[in-house]
């Protein structure tokens, strides 16, 4: 069994007797009908339907742990308590609390069923790995930018700080990667992320890319928009990358460039039809 630290990740703990009621008016998908014993992806997103972060959602005693990028918590925590006013909810950074790891392991029950104890974690992230948060630690053997390129292979985004309030969730198919629910009702942003879906406004989609080593964020080029930029790069490891571009280019197979007279990216096919 391999194990890698994960230190890309932090911790959000929402607490308090109205939690469950205040993320499922906040977040992408359900968390009113949300079990112990599963987690969820949800996003976060701006009145405008871009997203301010995407989570995994994990219930816990007297509240839920929410993880997303580290760069992003004490900005999304303190964004996110001005939504608190009267309800009873606290709102803490707890990265500092659990140590993070990945692990190439089967979890019974299926993806994204719990086990939980109280100094311990574990999350099926799919059929092949494991999340583990505990207070104990563990000694890893791999470095943790195996696990985010397992993630940009199973097309799931993970916003950070440079490509915050960017996207709108079928962007960067998060509600392929079953971050969204489009049923449950209003949260921020719903109005738009919903007119996207059925109006099919959504003019740029997430692909996998290989060939250069890139960054979040970064400007990626196609020969059909000579001089001006038609994708951004939403994560990467190694010379793979998750990355939103123009449907036209993709479509008209236009060559995706890091500059406009690099060589051309490989767009390789994700777990799920686009």
């Given at each position: 069994?391999?194990?890698?630290?994960?230190?890309?990740?932090?911790?959000?703990?929402?607490?308090?007797?109205?939690?469950?009621?205040?993320?499922?008016?906040?977040?992408?998908?359900?968390?009113?009908?949300?079990?112990?014993?599963?987690?969820?992806?949800?996003?976060?997103?701006?009145?405008k339907?871009?997203?301010?972060?995407?989570?995994?959602?994990?219930?816990?005693?007297?509240g839920?742990?929410?993880?997303?990028?580290?760069d992003?918590?004490?900005?999304?925590?303190?964004?996110?308590?001005?939504?608190?006013?009267?309800?009873?909810?606290?709102?803490?950074?707890?990265?500092?609390?659990?140590?993070?790891?990945?692990?190439?392991?089967?979890?019974?029950?299926?993806?994204?069923?719990?086990?939980?104890?109280?100094?311990?974690?574990?999350?099926?992230?799919?059929?092949?790995?494991?999340?583990?948060?505990?207070?104990?630690?563990?000694?890893?053997?791999?470095?943790?930018?195996?696990?985010?390129?397992?993630?940009?292979?199973?097309?799931?985004?993970?916003?950070?700080?440079?490509?915050?309030?960017?996207?709108?969730?079928?962007?960067?198919?998060?509600?392929?990667?079953?971050?969204?629910?489009?049923?449950?009702?209003?949260?921020?942003?719903?109005?738009?992320?919903?007119?996207?879906?059925?109006?099919?406004?959504?003019?740029?989609?997430?692909?996998?890319?290989?060939?250069?080593?890139?960054q979040?964020?970064?400007d990626?080029?196609?020969?059909?928009?000579?001089?001006?930029?038609?994708?951004?790069?939403?994560?990467?490891?190694?010379?793979?990358?998750?990355?939103?571009?123009?449907?036209?280019?993709?479509?008209?197979?236009?060559?995706?460039?890091?500059?406009?007279?690099?060589?051309?990216?490989?767009?390789?096919?994700?777990?799920?039809?686009?």
């Amino acid at each position: 069994m391999r194990i890698a630290k994960l230190e890309q990740y932090g911790l959000l703990q929402v607490s308090g007797e109205d939690a469950r009621a205040f993320l499922h008016a906040q977040l992408t998908n359900d968390v009113e009908h949300l079990t112990p014993g599963t987690a969820r992806y949800a996003g976060w997103c701006s009145a405008k339907g871009r997203l301010l972060a995407t989570f995994l959602v994990m219930p816990r005693a007297g509240g839920f742990l929410l993880q997303l990028s580290r760069d992003l918590v004490p900005i999304v925590a303190k964004r996110l308590q001005m939504f608190v006013l009267r309800s009873k909810v606290r709102i803490s950074d707890a990265t500092g609390e659990w140590l993070q790891y990945g692990l190439w392991e089967a979890l019974p029950g299926g993806d994204l069923s719990v086990r939980q104890a109280e100094d311990r974690i574990e999350v099926a992230i799919d059929a092949n790995r494991t999340l583990l948060m505990t207070k104990t630690p563990q000694i890893a053997d791999t470095a943790a930018e195996e696990w985010a390129l397992d993630e940009i292979r199973a097309g799931r985004p993970l916003i950070v700080q440079s490509t915050q309030d960017q996207f709108v969730p079928q962007m960067v198919n998060f509600e392929l990667a079953g971050g969204v629910d489009f049923k449950k009702g209003c949260y921020p942003g719903q109005e738009v992320v919903a007119r996207a879906q059925y109006r099919g406004a959504v003019k740029r989609r997430m692909y996998h890319l290989r060939g250069a080593a890139l960054q979040p964020g970064q400007d990626l080029y196609s020969d059909d928009m000579p001089g001006q930029a038609s994708g951004t790069v939403v994560n990467a490891a190694g010379d793979e990358s998750l990355a939103v571009l123009q449907l036209s280019a993709v479509e008209g197979r236009s060559p995706i460039r890091v500059q406009p007279q690099a060589s051309a990216l490989e767009i390789l096919p994700l777990p799920y039809s686009q």
